[in-house]
């Protein structure tokens, strides 16, 4: 899950999707890399210790030993840690840079189906690792010019470096249709980009809530209509990616053939 603008809703998504995910029978395992913790803290998982990025970067401490196991059936964590910060620090201090969080999440990818990355805002070296890890880039897009304006250099940046494989799929995030701004965006871009998803998430009180139960709508309120509008828009995903998408050849190295990762 990634956006290079904050505030759009991207944490709130990564841990529904990921619940979602694993409710349907998937192994999950959402990763928080944002050093600022939301899914960590929506999903109530306990950083752990000596869990620093350069520990982490410098083979000191294994991916596996670090999962936190969340009270839903299939979905484990891999907890925040303020240290992330210095993660496009501690990155640009190793060789290939770019290739060292798909090269990390080799041993997850024996433990989990699925794999969700929730990056921090910005396009850094951090989230161009992202990006090289994924096969699917999910990316709420609220209905505002900076917004757009963020999608558009992310598709330029990819377009850049050459990654015509990797599917990116945005989606309204935090529609509120009651602003004519809002409204003629949703319908303007539309056009602009048909690759938009149909499903649009609102901007209600009770997704918001999510930050006050620390939970996934659809395991607190299941049957409510924000509920079913994100299990609409995992349908959705679902229905475009298949069940298993790949990591293609053009952006991987050969050592690490076979990785399964959604962002």
């Not at 409710?23 to 803290?41: E, H, I, K, V």
Request: with cysteine; charged share 25%.
């Amino acid at each position: 899950m990634t956006n290079t603008k904050g505030g759009v809703g991207k944490t709130t998504t990564a841990v529904n999707l990921a619940y979602l995910c694993a409710s349907g029978g998937r192994r999950t395992l959402l990763w928080d890399l944002d050093a600022q913790g939301g899914s960590t803290y929506a999903l109530r998982g306990e950083p752990q210790p000596r869990a620093s990025a350069k520990k982490l970067l410098a083979g000191k401490r294994e991916l596996p030993e670090l999962i936190f196991a969340t009270s839903y059936a299939g979905l484990d964590l891999l907890p925040a840690d303020f240290s992330y910060r210095n993660f496009p620090v501690e990155l640009a201090a190793r060789r290939h840079p770019a290739e060292r969080l798909l090269k990390m999440s080799r041993s997850l990818r024996e433990i989990y189906d699925v794999l969700f990355l929730d990056a921090p805002a910005g396009i850094s070296l951090l989230s161009e690792n992202v990006l090289r890890a994924a096969d699917v880039v999910i990316v709420p897009v609220v209905p505002t010019p900076l917004s757009i304006r963020m999608l558009v250099q992310l598709q330029e940046f990819i377009a850049a470096e050459g990654w015509r494989d990797l599917a990116v799929l945005p989606f309204f995030s935090m529609v509120d249709r009651r602003r004519a701004l809002h409204e003629e965006l949703v319908v303007s871009l539309r056009k602009q980009f048909p690759q938009m998803l149909q499903t649009e998430v609102p901007y209600w009180s009770e997704i918001e809530r999510m930050t006050v139960r620390r939970a996934p709508v659809p395991a607190f309120a299941p049957k409510s209509e924000a509920a079913q509008i994100y299990c609409t828009l995992w349908g959705e995903i679902l229905k475009l990616t298949g069940e298993g998408p790949r990591v293609p050849e053009s952006r991987r190295s050969a050592q690490d053939a076979g990785s399964h990762a959604s962002a």
